[in-house]
């Protein structure tokens, strides 16, 4: 079991950046590949981002590939979203994800079906 909560989110100017966090407790966070996601207003769930349990990988939605960055330090069970350059476009509830995949794969994962455990979101609003 893991759970998880994000922090970071809030109003910014166009162009401007945020960070968003999201610890996990519970056991073996290591363990586990993690995402970001994102929803807006009368849209579906979208992938933002992905990070192997290694941290060895990540990929990312062309919409925000140059602008974003994942990243993960296991030592404090959290990972983490650095937005630049934010668009009133990446305005959206960001919602990080937990996945047990076997160690042997290798692929990053897009699925929201592929997340075993998720956290409660956090609110980014980007002003044009």
């Known amino acids: 079991q893991v759970q998880l909560v994000e922090s970071g989110g809030g109003l910014v100017q166009a162009g401007g950046s945020l960070r968003l966090s999201c610890a996990a407790s519970?056991?073996?966070?290591?363990?586990?590949?993690m995402g970001w996601f994102r929803q807006a207003p009368g849209k579906e769930r979208e992938f933002v981002a992905a990070i192997k349990w290694s941290g060895d990988r990540s990929d990312y939605v062309d919409s925000v590939k140059g602008r974003f960055t994942i990243s993960r330090d296991n030592a404090k069970n959290t990972v983490y979203l650095q937005m630049n350059s934010l668009k009133p476009e990446d305005t959206a509830v960001y919602y990080c994800?937990?996945?047990?995949?076997?160690?042997?794969?290798?692929?990053?994962?897009?699925?929201?079906?592929?997340?075993?455990?998720w956290g409660q979101g956090t609110q980014v609003t980007v002003s044009s």
């Open positions: 994800a937990a996945a047990l995949v076997p160690l042997s794969s290798y692929r990053t994962y897009f699925a929201a079906s592929d997340y075993d455990y």
């Open positions: 519970g056991r073996a966070f290591s363990r586990y590949d």
